[in-house]
């Protein structure tokens, strides 16, 4: 089946540690994108890539990388740096232009 | 700074009813306008899209776009509990990402 698989689905990180949530998908699409969502928030953007070996920041890049080394995949790292880890991680994929994105089943990150 | 605007809710509607969700947006060159419907602790789910003023129609649901207006509704006629939800809208211009508004959670009493 075609669609875009996360995982972990639930996630545990202790403090000070780097912990990375895995994205893949097999659509062909071009573009790939990374939300946070926190509870009773919409999603806010972390970081998109248009393309492979490119990405953009969001509004919200600090303490996160990326990496796009391949057209199926979108790993997203969450570092240290990042001061309040806890929420609902959702990796989304689409055609590049004007189309919708789809979503994965999200990763819920709790700090422990 | 791109935003989307949207009553937070909760909209309370019968069963049966319209319910009626709106959505303002501040970027002009927004070229792509959508609608998902999340339901608590799962991913969002695509309902529409609409690029051009005007409505759009796809069974029980109605989108609505006023570009001059920087407006996009959605109408969801015959309203269901199964329809009770977050509705999250969702604008787009070429090569960039969606930005989304902080939803609006409908709930469809029987």
């Known amino acids: 089946d075609g669609g875009i698989t996360q995982s972990p689905k639930y996630l545990f990180r202790k403090e000070g540690q780097n912990v990375t949530l895995s994205c893949e998908q097999n659509?062909?699409?071009?573009?790939m994108y990374w939300y946070r969502q926190d509870p009773g928030q919409g999603l806010r953007l972390i970081y998109y890539s248009q393309i492979v070996n490119d990405f953009q920041k969001g509004d919200i890049a600090e303490g996160y990388s990326v990496s796009r080394e391949k057209k199926e995949s979108f790993p997203l790292t969450v570092t240290s740096a990042q001061k309040n880890p806890t929420a609902f991680y959702l990796c989304?994929?689409?055609?590049?232009?004007?189309?919708?994105?789809?979503f994965g089943q999200g990763t819920r990150l709790t700090v422990v | 700074q791109k935003e989307v605007e949207q009553n937070s809710g909760p909209l309370s509607v019968p069963e049966g009813a319209i319910a009626s969700l709106n959505c303002t947006y501040s970027?002009?060159?927004?070229?792509?306008f959508f609608w998902y419907r999340q339901y608590s602790g799962k991913s969002p789910e695509l309902i529409m899209f609409?690029?051009?003023?005007g409505d759009k129609e796809d069974g029980r649901f109605t989108a609505q776009l006023n570009k001059a207006s920087q407006y996009v509704s959605l109408l969801i006629r015959d309203s269901q509990p199964s329809d009770s939800a977050t509705y999250l809208c969702?604008?787009?211009?070429?090569?960039?990402?969606?930005?989304f508004g902080k939803g609006t959670t409908l709930s469809v009493s029987s």
């Open positions: 969702a604008v787009k211009q070429a090569g960039t990402a969606l930005i």
């Open positions: 970027d002009r060159g927004s070229q792509s």
């Open positions: 609409i690029y051009s003023n």
């Open positions: 989304a994929s689409s055609l590049t232009g004007r189309t919708e994105a789809f």
């Open positions: 659509l062909n699409h071009d573009a």
